[in-house]
Every structure is written in structure tokens, then in C-alpha cells.
């Protein structure tokens, strides 16, 4: 259950509507998800995770679907169920593939396993792997 209620369009602010406005011409799309409806409380951190997501995101050394499996693992890692639902969609729509999901989930639980030992154990950083 929300800690925040879903604002609507009519309900927010015309500062928040404005970025609301954005986030539709950006993405060619008319659907506005949960996440940006509950920031909309407060349009100034709302304007600002948008700026920052958006450039963040944009193409560039790393390309959009890969940027979007990134943001699944982390997400994974965080226990983000929201994030890991939008940014798995997202990465389908960026032509991810089922066999690109199944090797994206086969990293994330090799990571974490290792992760895991390695922790567990204490291992110390190599000298080689130190930068």
C-alpha cells in the first residue's frame, strides 16, 4: 500500500504537470507510471529525478538496453520490486530477448552468490585488482 496517494493529473501542481508534460513528449507516450505520480508532492524533487534520470538514461557510451539490464540488477540487488518490474518492461521494449533476460538473470544470481562467499569469507582485494 502507498505511503503517498497517486496523483492524477488535476490534482498536482502545474509545476509538476509541467514535468509530467516532459516525461510524455520524451517518451512518446501519453502513460504516466505510479512512480512519477507519487513525486509529484513535490515538484522540485520531482523535476529533479526526472533531469537526472533522463540524462542518466539517454543514449552514449553505453547503450539504452543495456543501461535498462543495469538498472535491473541494481534493482535486484535493492529489492527495488518496482524498479525491477518498470526497468524490465523498459528493457523488453528496448528489444531485450528472452535469452538476453535468461543470461541477465543467470549474472545476477552468479553475482550474488559470489558476492555472498566472498563476503561471508573476508576475502581480501587482490593487489592486482586495486586501481
Not at 534520470?53 to 553505453?62: E, F, I, N, T, Y
Not at 561471508?120 to 592486482?128: C, G, I, K, R, Y
Amino acid at each position: 500500500m502507498a505511503v503517498v496517494t497517486l496523483l492524477s493529473d488535476d490534482e498536482m501542481s502545474a509545476e509538476a504537470r509541467a514535468v509530467l508534460d516532459d516525461i510524455r513528449a520524451v517518451r512518446g507516450s501519453d502513460f504516466i507510471n505510479n512512480f512519477w505520480r507519487a513525486l509529484a508532492h513535490d515538484p522540485a524533487l520531482l523535476a529533479a529525478t526526472w533531469a537526472r534520470l533522463k540524462d542518466v538514461m539517454a543514449p552514449g557510451a553505453l547503450d539504452p538496453l543495456v543501461k535498462e539490464m543495469l538498472y535491473v540488477a541494481v534493482s535486484t540487488a535493492n529489492a527495488c520490486s518496482y524498479c525491477i518490474h518498470s526497468h524490465t518492461a523498459a528493457a523488453r521494449a528496448k528489444g531485450m530477448s528472452e535469452a538476453q533476460y535468461g543470461e541477465l538473470l543467470a549474472v545476477i544470481g552468479m553475482a550474488m552468490q559470489t558476492n555472498g562467499l566472498v563476503t561471508a569469507m573476508q576475502v581480501p582485494v587482490d593487489e592486482a585488482f586495486r586501481s
